[in-house]
């Protein structure tokens, strides 16, 4: 662990830290509340860097879909907020504190560097969808922006999107600005007990592919088959009109319920609780294309059984299973033969140091990887090795 | 004019080596050197700009992509990537010492995979033969930029091109599942995959839009999506633009997400009217064309809602659309806004700066002050939902002063963008047209990261150079004294 924890109050802060960290040579570890220390690979950094002291919305237009907040705004301000004006964060972003049983509510700055999405993700897009505009200090301690406050923006090149999802290790963000959209009036979920994982997936597929805006698509797998769940979120009359529609069109994979109090149900898969995990299992998470998700899971118990829960129409794959490299590469191995992707979520130190909690990219991609590592973080400084060995 | 990089002597006099040696690439017809089929390269939707490119080069496939730019990259000789070379920046300008890749041969439509909701497309496949491949089945691929029909999935990657339906539908990089991606040294790369969210940096959203500065996209997997019961249209005119942009903050408000949502002002209105006979008010100072989606009774409680909510501004006129030929009759006007222009003016420049969408009052009276001092006309039609501003300067190309004149009112309008909180374009690029305007948005150290980013990727400074980035300041040009580019 880190010796010591600096929470600059100002941006300008943030950057005289980098820049003097970078004089001596010191590697920062960045954190907002520290809630997701537990993801990725472990680091050994000479200091922490604490964003919490940047807290607060710094503008909010409704009308203009757009909130703009420091990076160590707490996740639930923000979404308080939003709801006062009766909207929301678009990605349903999970916080996961539970998961990684984190004291310290999840952050917004650290929701954007791990590109965090929700149940939603499938229909309107992922949080690096929605990044409109960013404020950082990248590894020399220079104070960046990108983007802006506006919805539509391509002038130069998309930094937010660099950003978003980089871990911090291409820079420290200090603020973003998100598109935010009205909340639904009303949420209406169809379920459908289904007797083959296939089955599920193909309601899914039937669903996201029907014209009744389904904003969440799970499968809850249980012995031999499992529950599909499909969500509509719109107003009123239109999510019972469109959840009639949907059970009738969902009628070949099995009788349909309909239920419009269904919060907890999607809190539940938003946060990954419905997998069941325990304190122990170490907890993955897989993005594949939704057809090839029944084969992966099957892979999976073959190698020795684990819990499951899928989302995104199937394409995301939650999995908690016993901590081992053994368990790590049958999930290496499962995803991989789906081409799809992997990251090890949650696992003990020791587990999360010693194997790739990520796939690795092709060669080419990481040779201008670390020509752009080079460019943001000449001196590696950020967050070290937490993705990879060396970036 | 903005001035170029000097053409490096060493490749223009290399021309007929490096002209054989593409040509032992890529077989057959797919090399062009002679002078007057060189011609439709020089150009692209930003027409007052022209440079013929020294060769033209077609590649068929991926693999003829890599060789091309491996040998271009050992020889130092410069790449300008084309699609349909619609771009309204001058993304596509050619450069006398460059080849210009083409794009349009490689046009298959490889897989469309409904289970997944994904179609494989080559990079020259048109923005709507995509939704043309898979509408049969209800589905469609998302934006839609105006010029649809003619531009290429590979440019809009590179251009992160929007549409008229971004406010609920994303702009391209929304999207987008994976591409192909070849770069400079001529290796080939799969960026993303099938899968949503792939793990590791986001290369996928570094590129798309990227303008052609980091590498040449081959093959792109794009989200399809299965398209609504139904649509339809309203519109609805005002006597002044501040209270059709009040209308708008309150519809916004009202927790309606409107699936398209178009501003269009008086000389707008009355240009497309003139062109299109959509029955659009001629009295009216500012028209909203607002589409929602749903089954009929969905639609009609939606406008009818709206409907409540314009009432509340005074209304010129309300017309909701009760069939779908009478909303495509709403949307004729809107969809034939550049051509209507086109006829009352030869020439005129498309801006596309985009503003909060709270300043559009300040900014369209700003803009008219800004008509009169320049005595040029301007009509402006925006997305409304997005802020996303399109004035037409109009001006005459025959005589210099009145293009200098429309470049610098062009300029004026985006420096005000900037200054009021936006940016200097939503979606038609900085390309060549906004480069020296940089330096507007964005400070030295900021310019110089995104530099050092792109050279990451093309270390020479071979792709598509002399765009996105001022010239100013980069070792990697001698500049061309201006002029040139005319």
Known sequence: ????????????????????????????????????????????????????????????????????????????????????????????????TAMFGAERPATIGGIVATNLSGP?????????????????????????????????????????????????????????????????QATGTVSIRVASLEQGVAALSAGLGSPFSVTGAALIPEDGGGIAHLRIEDFEQSVAYRCGKLREALARFGEATVQADSAALWQGIREATTLGATAEEAIWRLSVQPSAAPAVVAALRAAGGSKFLLDWGGGLIWVAAVASAEAHAAVVAAALAAQGSYTLFRAPEDLRASVPVMPDEPRALTAIARRVKAVMDPCGLLNPGRMRAGQ | MIPLPAPKPEVLAAREQIVAALRALVPGDGVISEALRLKPYETDGLSAYRQPPMAVVLPNTTEQVAAVLKYCNEKGVRVVPRGAGTSLSGGALPLADAVVMGLMRMNRIKEVDYENRLAVVEAG???????????????????????????????????????????????????????????????????????????????????????????????VTVRILRGPEGARAMLAAFDSIEVAGQAVDAIIGSGIIPVALEFMDRPCIHACEAFAHAGYPLDAEAMLIIEVE????????????????????????????????????????RKGAFGAVGRISPDYLCMDGTIPTGELPFVLKRIGEMSQSYGLQVANVFHAGDGNLHPLIMFDANNEASFHAAENFGADILKLCVEVGGCLTGEHGVGIEKRDLMTVQFTPPELDQMRDLKAAFDPQWLLNPAKVFPLEGNAAFDIQPVNQAA
Not at chain 2, 301 to 306: F, N, S, Y
């Open chain 1, 1 to 96: 662990m880190n010796c010591s924890t600096i929470i600059p109050k100002t941006e300008a802060a943030v950057a005289s830290t980098v820049q003097s960290a970078s004089s001596l040579g010191i590697s920062l570890a960045i954190e907002g509340n520290g809630s997701k220390r537990g993801l990725l690979r472990p680091m050994r950094a000479g200091r922490t860097i604490s964003l919490r002291g940047l807290s607060g919305i710094t503008l909010y237009h409704p009308t203009e879909l757009i909130i703009s907040a420091q990076a160590g705004t707490p996740l639930p301000e923000i979404e308080a907020a939003l709801a006062e004006h009766g909207q929301h964060l678009i990605a349903e972003p999970p916080a996961l």
């Open chain 1, 120 to 184: 939603r993700r499938i229909a309107w897009g992922a949080m690096r969808d929605h990044v409109m505009g960013i404020r950082a200090v990248n590894g020399k301690g220079e104070v960046f922006r990108s983007g802006g406050r506006v919805l539509k923006n391509v002038t130069g090149l998309d930094l937010c999107k660099l950003l978003t999802g980089s871990h911090g290790t291409l820079g420290i963000i200090t603020e973003v600005t998100l598109k935010v959209l009205p909340a639904p």
């Open chain 2, 125 to 219: 496949v048109t923005n709507l033969g995509i939704t043309k491949h898979v509408e049969a089945d209800g589905f469609f691929y998302a934006p839609d930029p105006s010029s649809q029909l003619a531009c290429m999935i590979g440019g809009n990657v590179m251009m992160n091109s929007g549409g008229a339906h971004c406010l609920k539908y994303g702009v391209t990089a929304n999207n987008l599942l994976g591409l192909t991606f070849v770069t400079i040294e001529g290796e080939i790369v799969q960026i993303g995959g099938r899968h949503l969210d792939a793990t590791g940096y986001d290369w996928l959203g570094l590129i798309t839009g990227s303008e052609g500065q980091l590498g040449v996209v081959t093959e």
């Open chain 2, 294 to 333: 749903g089954n009929v009774e969905e639609q009609d409680r939606l406008l009818g809602w709206i409907k409540e909510i314009c009432n509340r501004f005074n209304p010129i006129s309300l017309k909701v659309a009760e069939t779908a030929e009478e909303s495509l009759a709403i949307w004729k006007g």
